[in-house]
């Protein structure tokens, strides 16, 4: 007997505008496809040169930032599709951590990014899966950040 084996779109989160898109896009696919959406939170790690208690309080401060910011995420997933997302929270650079992230969970089959739509550019992430430097060991789709929630509906 076979087991199947459902489609997981992971999504970046944090707090820019088009991570929404991202959220929905993925939201979308997944309601479509019989798969399931994970949330990656990555907060960078702190200065190892703080005093221990400085460092506690900014890591503390920190995780409860990315668990607030995961909650809002995982409650938009779950609004759009009627079930819960899978949360991850990670630490580090943003491209190390996704990485080890895809080493570690091999169901993972796609990830979901929105390139932002503002003169600082696409976005890092954006830019490493565009430019083909990212070493992403899975397909990368790349949503436009200007979409609007119609028309992510209507490609999803």
């Keep these: 007997m076979s087991l199947i084996r459902r489609r997981k779109f992971l999504v970046v989160v944090d707090e820019t505008p088009e991570c929404r898109v991202a959220l929905r896009f993925a939201a979308r696919r997944a309601e479509h496809t019989g798969g399931v959406v994970s949330l990656a939170h990555i907060v960078p790690a702190p200065d190892t040169q703080q005093w221990a208690g400085v460092e506690a309080l900014m890591r503390a401060e920190a995780e409860a ?58 976005g ?20 436009p950040g200007s979409l609007s929630d119609k028309d992510i509906d209507a490609l999803a």
Excluded: H, N
Excluded at 89 to 99: P, Q, S, T, V, Y
């Design 65 to 122: 930032e990315a668990e607030a910011t995961l909650y809002q995420a995982a409650k938009y997933v779950f609004d759009i599709t009627g079930t819960p997302a899978e949360v991850v929270m990670l630490e580090g650079k943003k491209r190390d951590a996704l990485l080890s992230l895809l080493r570690d969970d091999k169901a993972i089959s796609i990830l979901v990014l929105a390139s932002g739509s503002s003169r600082e550019g696409p």
């Design 124 to 143: 890092p992430l954006v830019a490493a899966a565009a430019s083909g430097a990212s070493g992403f060991p899975i397909p990368v789709t790349i949503v």
